[in-house]
């Protein structure tokens, strides 16, 4: 006989999804039949033809109001078989969108195959869902007061999976989210993995002392022995992770004249220990950064003679070096340092400055003082006037033109500048630019001098020249020269002649003679002597005719 045996065989794996709907919700199902059993549920809810969410379960949901779409299951078996699904949805219109209800994590996390220390530890964290919630927001942290949160994780599902966690201590709490709002955070729960050590005791005595303007020493005690290391806390937030046994630590980098509060946590795999006391400590007063000096204040100006010009002013800083004088833009003088005053020479008579001072030091210079202006004393004779002598020479100009004298040593008598004249001759006396006639005198000339005009419109000049030597004296005239703007005439005085340059451009073209000019007394005397002669022929001649009227 033949003996049968009846196999059991499975059918082809297949995959039921559907769609209800709540208020303001779609709520999906998935269902898989056949195959090898030991389904897992991958969930594409936008429809972008990516699996978004891996092993997300049977059920997922879609919150809000008029809303419509396609969503995509696909559901794998034990033996990798895969089989997908889609279906289309189409919530209800809603005027109102309510906030969700509390979202409370109720049961216990599984702890799945713990093995301490071999990175394979891993656990599920589930929680039963709310229907009004679109995502929910997991946090993660060693303490249960979550002082600290370590991880944030936000998922539309309501489970989440942990692997290869290192040993310690886990605190887990979650919330419900949707446009509405949030929902409190859930009841705390604890996943322990490995072998549970006790968290390290507090750090005490925790001190800050100042080192610099940018760093503080923090010193504490280690009263433990478990720690894996310290945390610190500067102004509330970590700023390093100290290794294990250490007693300090210099916090580098700050600012100065700041203060700075610190607290200290040890920690190991179970977690951190309460915080330490807490420190304050405040880095050294900022340095004093050197400056440049402050702007002399009060600067003025004036003149003091036909060359100089005294400047004045308020010394307002301290700490300068010197002082800096500018007359017309350009540094004339660099003069040290708490001077007020300073005189500039050397200046051309009856002429406008404009001066400002600057302070400086090794770390630069004051901005410019305010300026001040000052003019030169006018051009004009400052010595008495000479006694007269028999010595002299004298020149006569009538105008359009402009007289001077020059004598050997490069002296000069005459106009400088728009309205100024210079008297620099020993001996010498100018009657002045609008005097008419213009007249040059030099008493006992101690050399040669020469006489010169300067023609400044088109006229008709005339310039006398006097030499007196001892009681004798002799005076050419040169009368009633044409001359146009610029013709320059140039005589020597005593000199009978002179050069004529018409055009100015500094060639003498021509030569010109003076008349020798005979004092009038001479002149009178000649006249007389003429007059006298005159009456003695005329009495002759009477006396002549009367004998020959006798005959």
Known sequence: ????????????????????????????????????????????????????????????????????????????DACLNEVEESIQYNIPEEVIVDPPTLVI?????????????????????????????????????????????TN????????KKFTNMPDGTYYYRVMGCNDAGCTAWSDTMAAIVGVLIDAPN???????????????LLDWNDISDNEEGFKLYRNGAEIADIPADSVSYVDTGLACSTSYTYILRAYNASGLSPVSNMATGTTEDCEVMPTPPVSPTGVSAI????????ISW??????????????????????????????????????????YVL???????????????ATTQECQQTTTTPPASENYVQATLHSPAYLHALDALGRHIGRIGEDSVEIAIPGGIYSGLDSEPQVITIYNPQSEVQFYFEAYEEGTVTLDVEA????????????????????????????????????????????????MVVEEEEESKTMMYVALVAVIVLIALAAVYLTRKRE
């Open 152 to 159: 944030e994780f936000i998922t539309v599902g309501t489970r």
């Open 359 to 373: 302070s400086y030091n090794n770390y630069g210079q004051s901005a410019p003082s305010s300026t001040a202006d």
């Open 1 to 76: 006989s033949t003996d049968f045996v009846n196999y059991a065989i499975n059918p082809e794996l297949s995959l039921d999804l559907s769609v209800k709907y709540g208020d303001g919700v779609a709520i999906f199902t998935a269902e898989g039949q056949g195959g090898g059993e030991d389904y897992t549920y991958d969930w594409d809810l936008d429809n972008n033809g990516t699996y978004e969410m891996l092993d997300g379960g049977q059920e997922q949901r879609i919150y809000g109001y008029d809303q419509q779409g396609t969503v995509n299951a696909r559901v794998t």
């Open 468 to 515: 007196s030597e001892n009681g004798q004296t002799e005076t050419y005239t040169f009368k009633d020269l044409n001359v146009q703007n610029g013709t320059v005439f140039l005589v020597n005085a005593g000199a009978a002649s002179g050069q004529l340059d018409l055009d100015g451009d500094g060639e003498y073209e021509q030569s010109i003679s003076g008349i």
């Open 202 to 216: 507090t750090p005490t005595n925790l001190t800050a002392t100042t080192l610099s303007e940018s760093s503080i």
């Open 314 to 355: 308020t010394d307002a800083s301290s700490d300068e070096t010197g002082f800096r004088i500018f007359r017309d833009g350009t540094q004339i003088a660099d003069i040290p340092t708490n001077m007020t005053s300073y005189t500039d020479t050397g200046l051309e008579c009856g002429t406008v400055h404009s001066y």
């Open 303 to 310: 003149g003091i003679s036909q060359t100089e010009v005294e």
């Open 105 to 149: 994590a109720k049961g216990i996390f599984e702890l799945d195959g713990v093995t301490p220390h071999d990175g394979s530890s891993s656990y599920l964290v589930m929680w039963y869902p709310d229907n009004m919630a679109d995502s929910y927001t997991i946090q993660e942290s060693h303490t249960e007061d979550f002082a600290i949160i």
